[in-house]
């Protein structure tokens, strides 16, 4: 009781090993890294399936904002609805080779301009997670080198900018 009295009077305690702990984001359930890109990297988006049914449709343009081996982040001018058996495909590119993901929306958040934010996990298998985990790495490393980073599909235009640019251009194929 000696011991505590101080401490009472004192009315905080210091932890023994700050150092030490582990502060894990409460929201963050990630199993894997993500790499933050510089600029948005832009990809065409399509639906691969839907309730277990294969379809083809077109595809849209997105914003890719980060992506690690276990999904990445992006945004779309489209609502999508938050189902497991709606799998997406993104393809673009990262130093100078195509990259293919497919997964499944798992959250969203709609932002302004009526876009809308995406978490995407991948469903794919290990195989195609370590060709992606071994790009991603260089990625990383390149761009701790060099803050310009560019040898992908990305852009330097704000998402507003982006998105208008798309469907202006799409108003003058459709005429």
Known sequence: ?????????????????????????????????????????????????????KVTVGNTKSLIKNMGPGGLCFVASINLPLKKDLILQFNSELLGSPVRVYGTPVWKEELEHDLVKYGLKFTFDENVRMELTGLLNKVQIRMRKDYGFNEGRFTSKSMKAFFHQQFTDQSADEN
């Open 1 to 53: 009781m000696e011991k505590v009295e101080p401490i009472l009077a004192r009315g905080w305690l210091r932890p023994l090993k700050a150092n030490n702990a582990r502060v894990q984001v409460k929201n963050d359930r990630r199993k894997y890294f993500r790499v933050e890109f510089h600029q948005d990297l832009m990809a065409n988006m399509t639906i691969l399936e839907i309730n277990g049914r």
